[in-house]
């Protein structure tokens, strides 16, 4: 199954997407809870203590950024989360620590002189 995720790499804008989708802590929390087993709204809304209507929100909010999953069951809906891309976010954000991010665009074209040393003509 080819996610939102795949290639995100190389996309700083669906890499700052996936991250924005982490930036809020009623996101995070349905996160864990999906870290522990798939769970229909209803379950998540009594567990976060939140209306339905904000955690559909939420729950829009992660599955466009391909961090959770639905499936549909009878009139019910399921989230698990998209391990894959949880695991891809953490590689990315591993890299980024580490410097070693692959999309070298922040380099950009200075032909060896850094921004901050003169100019010197030839």
Not at 31 to 56: F, Y
Request: some cysteine; overall charge positive; proline content about 2%.
């Amino acid at each position: 199954m080819k996610t939102h995720m795949s290639n995100v790499k190389g996309d700083p804008v669906e890499l700052a997407r996936s991250f924005q989708a982490l930036a809020d802590d009623k996101r995070v929390r349905i996160l864990e809870l999906l870290g522990e087993s798939e769970r229909c709204v209803c379950d998540l809304a009594e567990a976060i203590d939140i209306t339905q209507p904000l955690l559909s929100f939420h729950l829009r909010t992660l599955r466009e950024a391909g961090l959770v999953v639905s499936r549909r069951k009878g009139r019910w809906v399921h989230y698990s989360l998209n391990r894959e891309a949880l695991e891809e976010l953490q590689s990315v954000a591993g890299a980024l620590a580490a410097g070693a991010f692959a999309g070298s665009s922040a380099q950009g074209s200075s032909k060896g002189r850094r921004c901050c040393q003169p100019y010197r003509s030839t």
